[in-house]
Nanobody, 121 residues
């Protein structure tokens, strides 16, 4: 019953910016870790950035200084501001959340459908 919906992807040129948004809906009791992952064709899904409920953040080395993750606990949303985009940032970006709902006695991971980000040189 939990749904994560991403938006904000698109086609941009190197050096441009994009802002990704993810909204979690459903009967959520607790929302701990939220984050963004990405997967390029032929590669494994990798962590981009995470943020805890206390707003502690973690970034992949490849995006430090360029990307900023933020969350709104009241709205159950997590955003990813991406600046100075590079062609190697091209991937499908997935929203992830560790949530506990009324249907589960323990927190579980949930994933969005993904949004495509393409950066041309």
């Amino acid at each position: 019953q939990v749904q994560l919906v991403e938006s904000g992807g698109g086609l941009v040129q190197a050096g441009d910016s994009l802002r990704l948004s993810c909204t979690a809906s459903g009967t959520i009791i607790s929302n701990n870790m939220m984050g963004w992952y990405r997967q390029a064709p032929g590669k494994q899904r990798e962590l981009v950035a995470t943020v805890t409920g206390a707003r502690s953040t973690k970034y992949a080395d490849s995006v430090k200084g360029r990307f900023t993750i933020s969350r709104d606990n009241a709205k159950s949303t997590v955003d990813l501001q991406m600046n100075s985009l590079k062609p190697e940032d091209t991937a499908v970006y997935y929203c992830n959340a560790n949530l506990q709902t009324a249907l589960t006695p323990w927190p579980m991971d949930y994933w969005g459908q993904g949004t495509q980000v393409t950066v041309s040189s």
